[in-house]
């Protein structure tokens, strides 16, 4: 252990640097602060007092060479017996009388299990939520400002999100109404007049889990998800051709009224969203 | 001033002179006052284009086995002035796709050489001329995020899409381009066939002239926004932080911790 | 040295208490002894307090990679409460009015309004915001360090089991709360990450909607779940870490420490400093330089910057969108495994599951099987004081080397949208080559480490850089270099 002054200089210039920080601190905080000053005082107030704490040790105290013995872990067999004698004899003392064990058993099991239904409180049943949307047929596809959408101004490689009318911002409803043009749709059977004058509509909710299908790249007519990268055919009924979506996202039902106006002829006819337990049945 | 302090000034201000005339601008031919518009520019905007893009898109836009015409539906001055000033235009090598980069010519070389593309009869939409200052900058944030942010980032940083397209990032690209490319919906990804309006790499966004200005004035904002917290490191997100929590860090807090510690074989 | 009355009993009140205080004439006792004595007439504390100060600690320098986690988690909890005073842990709308412009006037939740509140009007509130988040990044890669070196040390055998397990399950709290905590913002990126979390718990089988739902409150985006979120990160998940943390401390303080086998070491001692004054400065040292940077980066490096990214709206998405590092591994897991799904009678497991609930169900089954896996294997009872040196226990080491590999090249995967930009490649490209990554790297790597390591073994006291590379390929040979 030394105990000369050499090098106690840097010890010293670490907490003096340390309290000319904090006042700057202070300082900054009243002049109104800013994160980048405020930032670098305070790694320099809290670095200086700790360079100046790690210094000492290694310079003035002793560098570490003490021993200790370790005592055994595990007790000797008579410390061991003794405990378990303790227990055991209260032990015995209580299982003596087995059916007030039983009862109390029962009556503690009874009670947890009680205790877990207000667990229950915290959410409502799945029901049916997961299987429908608030599209309804007839229901108009307004945009997010709620203005109704004119099937006109979906032109070839315009995509829209749009929600139910009086339902904006619904986030199971989110919808995509992309422009394909005159010609182009390739309907799956049964869907051939769900793509009305080329505009195609289908849930902006990927299947793979969940986030909104923001991409849309009209050389390749293909909806791309940001967060896995699952890509949609939007010629082949939306089916995943790249990413790990294992379903299309479900279409929606399509018409246009006499006014112009995109509407639904129905809700989805699946579920939309990611998959889970039960979605085959309805 | 001492002899030796003279000579090393006189020496730092030739330098410098010399340095100024060499790297400064060309001296600009006469003009008389007042006048404002190059009565060459046709001329000009002719020449350029022979020389230059002719051998692709034909000498009246007709198109060769190259290259696209310019003179179909999407077509017009908006689209080859977007190409141009993002540098897209023109291609060193036909099979290659056009990607962003530093723009060839001057600005009134390229807008010489729209007014000549104009003439080949193109349907599409002229050159716009936004005024984002006009817009408003919220409404403008909310329609970037509604449409644009998927793409390009929140940040504005670009991103990835399908088939080796890539999303450019936003940074130094003026008003009147990014107005162009939402009307045309550019990245037309075969360099031999003409897209059609709507089928590029981007949708096509026709909003109306308020959404537009705000749009603009949003993106305006993002390409030098406020950075509050110090240095932004990409703005990309949680990979930078994330590299930046365990290079700088955890290995500084790791190289701290092994000079306040023992090592093996300190003590003898 | 306290002047207790001699003796214990005898004597009047008085008297004893006359004993207790110095005579007069003689000089006025050290500060710490008239603290300690006011202590100890009510604690019965001298000798506990002489065994702690004297108390012997290794002090090699990879066993302060814990400490630099418990000081992260300091600097959390004490940035923390800061922010907690500020925060509206709750989704009701309302249109934001401050100095932010580009946001003025937009609707936006109570929850994100006061976040940025706190980073644009709280005086030193951006400072603490951006030190608490940098905290977690630098407490969970701190905790992944010091797991590994307990792991390449061996320093998990009996009778060190116990504090393992607490070790795993801190981690798993501690990557919890990153993640309840980055969601409370309710900003875009954050809340995309929310809907996954609800997606991921969907696809469970048999109660995965059921549980969603319960945890939830309902449908996404679910009204009750940020208040929830809440009470989960500034109060359930903090005091049950803190109570582990308590009890891994204590475990550590009456095992005492592991240290290396070196000359004077043995199984039946510690070497090293005393608590006071050289560990006990040291430590405090380290505490003020973790805080030191912390926050330096607090201030200086901007992270997560929300007023960017927007206010969550569940019709909106941003790209690049990953979540924080230490949970790259999954999201890269969700982004590499292909699209199969079990589909039968009506019901199926759907494909996130896989890659989202198997895959770390499975590597927190191993991490908390492990010391247990290893005792059944190796048949090692003993007990271990002493460490191993990673060399000693090839398989040990390569099987560790293989598996950090494997979460890495995992974690690397969840940048692939950045890499594919970056580098202008195709994206599925890029995603094909972190499939074949990583699956054959981790073998690859595990092999090549147990090369590495027998080639060490074989070659005596080496170190790694001045290992002759031929040695690698002929195992047993003994390296005539020096």
């Not at chain 1, 067999?77 to 015995?92: H, V």
């Not at chain 2, 603009?216 to 949680?238: F, K, M, S, T």
Request: net charge negative.
């Amino acid at each position: 252990m030394r105990t000369s002054t050499k090098g106690a200089g840097a010890v010293a210039a670490a907490f003096g640097t340390s309290v000319l920080a904090s006042a700057g601190l202070a300082i900054v905080y009243i002049a109104g602060g800013s994160p980048q000053v405020e930032g670098a005082l305070l790694l320099v107030a809290l670095g200086g007092i700790g360079v100046g704490l790690v210094l000492w040790a290694k310079r003035f105290l002793p560098v570490g060479d003490d021993v200790q013995e370790r005592e055994p872990l595990p007790s000797t067999p008579d410390e061991r017996a003794r405990a378990s004698d303790s227990f055991g004899a209260g032990a015995d003392l209580v299982a003596r009388r087995r059916l007030l064990v039983r009862l109390a058993v029962a009556a503690l099991g009874a009670l947890g299990i009680a205790a877990l239904f207000p667990i229950r409180s915290l959410g409502r049943a799945p029901g049916g939520a997961l299987f429908h949307t608030r599209w309804r047929a007839g229901v108009r596809a307004v945009d997010a400002s709620g203005t109704p959408v004119q099937a006109a101004s979906i032109t070839t490689g315009t995509v829209v999100t749009v929600f139910p009318e009086g339902h904006v911002g619904a986030a199971d409803s989110q919808t995509l109404l992309i422009g394909l043009g005159p010609g182009v749709y390739r309907p799956v059977a049964g869907r051939e007049d769900w793509a009305p004058e080329g505009v195609v509509g289908y849930s902006k909710i990927c299947t793979h889990v969940g986030c909104p299908v923001g991409l849309y790249q009209p050389s390749e007519h293909l909806l791309f998800c940001p967060c896995h990268q699952s890509a949609f055919d939007v010629l082949a009924g939306a089916r995943p051709v790249a990413g790990p979506a294992a379903r299309p996202l479900p279409q929606l039902p399509l018409t246009i009224d006499p006014a112009g106006y995109v509407v639904a002829q129905g809700d989805f006819p699946e579920p939309v969203g990611p998959g889970f337990w039960d979605r085959g049945r309805d | 001033m001492t002899a030796r302090t003279a000579v090393f000034v006189a020496v730092a201000l030739g330098i410098a002179t010399g340095a100024c005339t060499y790297l400064s601008d060309e001296p600009t031919p006469f003009r008389p006052p007042g006048v404002t518009s190059d009565v060459n520019a046709e001329q000009r905007g002719l020449e350029l284009y022979e020389r230059d893009c002719a051998w692709c898109h034909g000498s009246a836009g007709e198109g060769t086995s190259f290259g696209p015409d310019l003179n179909g539906p999407l077509d017009g001055g908006a689209y080859t002035h977007f190409m141009l000033a993002t540098g897209r235009m023109p291609l060193d090598d036909p099979e290659r796709r056009a990607a962003p980069a530093s723009p060839r010519y001057e600005v009134a070389d390229i807008d010489a050489i729209v007014r000549h593309v104009e003439t080949f009869g193109g349907t599409g939409p002229g050159v716009p001329t936004p005024s984002p200052a006009a817009g408003d900058l919220a409404e403008g944030a909310e329609l970037y995020l509604d449409n644009c942010a998927a793409c390009h980032s929140s940040t504005a940083v670009g991103g990835a899409l399908t088939s080796g397209e890539v999303v450019p990032d936003l940074d130094g690209v003026s008003p009147v381009v990014v107005a162009e490319a939402m009307l045309v919906g550019p990245g037309c990804p075969n360099t031999s066939r003409t897209c059609g309006p709507g089928e590029g790499a981007m949708p096509r966004f026709e909003l109306d002239e308020g959404s537009v200005n705000s749009i603009l004035r949003y993106i305006e904002y993002l390409q030098r926004p406020d950075d509050e917290g110090g240095a932004p490191i990409g703005r990309v997100g949680p990979v930078a932080e994330g590299a930046v929590a365990l290079g700088v860090g955890v290995v500084a807090l790791l190289l701290l911790a092994r000079w306040i510690g023992t090592r093996t074989g300190d003590r003898g | 040295m306290t002047n207790a009355a001699p003796g214990g009993a005898g004597g009047s009140r008085s008297e004893r208490e006359r004993a207790s205080v110095s005579p007069p004439g003689r000089e006025e006792p050290p500060f710490q002894d008239r603290i300690g004595g006011w202590l100890d007439e009510r604690l019965h504390l001298s000798r506990f307090a002489r065994q702690a100060l004297d108390k012997v600690f290794p002090d090699h320098w990879s066993f302060m990679f814990g400490e630099i986690a418990l000081y992260s988690f300091v600097v959390l909890v004490l940035t923390g409460v800061f922010l907690a005073f500020f925060f509206e842990p709750s989704l009701t709308p309302t249109t934001y009015e401050g100095p932010y412009e580009p946001l003025r006037g937009l609707e936006m939740s109570d929850a994100y309004a006061s976040t940025l509140r706190l980073s644009f009007e709280v005086r030193a509130g951006l400072v603490m915001r951006q030190t608490h988040h940098w905290a977690a990044l630098v407490f969970t890669g701190s905790i992944i360090v010091h797991l590994c070196r307990v792991f390449f040390t061996g320093a998990f055998r009996r009778p060190r089991e116990i504090n393992w397990v607490i070790g795993v399950t801190m981690l798993l709290l501690a990557l919890l709360n990153g993640f309840t905590g980055y969601s409370l913002p309710d900003d875009l990126l954050s809340g995309t990450g929310l809907r996954i979390m609800y997606s991921v718990i969907l696809s469970v089988p048999l109660v995965g909607s059921w549980v969603a739902f319960l945890l939830f409150g309902g449908e996404f985006p679910a009204e009750q779940i940020l208040g929830r979120l809440f009470v989960l990160h500034i109060f359930l998940v903090p005091v049950i870490l803190g109570a582990l943390l308590g009890a891994h401390l204590a475990l550590i303080w009456h095992q005492k420490h592991t240290q290396f086998p070196e000359p004077g070491h043995t199984e039946a001692n510690v070497v090293g400093s005393r608590l006071w004054p050289t560990y006990a400065l040291k430590s405090v040292g380290l505490f003020f330089l973790v805080a030191a940077v912390l926050t330096g980066l607090g201030g200086l490096v901007q992270i997560n910057p929300v007023w960017l990214y927007g206010p969550f709206d569940p019709s909106q998405v941003t790209s690049p969108a990953q979540p924080d590092w230490y949970l790259g591994w999954l999201e890269g897991a969700l982004r590499l495994f292909p699209n199969w799904e079990i589909r039968a009678f009506g019901f199926e497991i759907p494909e996130p599951f896989f890659p989202a609930v198997l895959v770390p169900g499975i590597t927190f089954a191993v991490l908390y099987a492990w010391p247990f896996l290893e005792r059944r294997i190796t048949r090692d009872q003993a007990e271990h004081n002493l460490l191993d040196r990673p060399r000693d226990r090839p398989v040990r080491t390569a099987f560790g080397a293989g598996t950090l590999t494997f979460y890495a090249s995992l974690f690397a995967a969840a940048s692939n949208d950045l890499v594919a930009h970056w580098f202008e490649l195709d994206i599925e490209t890029v995603t094909w080559f972190f499939r074949v990554l990583v699956l054959v790297l981790p073998p690859a790597v595990a092999l090549l480490t147990f090369m590495v390591c027998r080639a060490l073994r074989d070659a005596g006291d080496v170190r790694l850089t001045h290992l002759p590379l031929s040695s690698v390929w002929r195992p047993g040979a003994r390296s005539t270099h020096r």
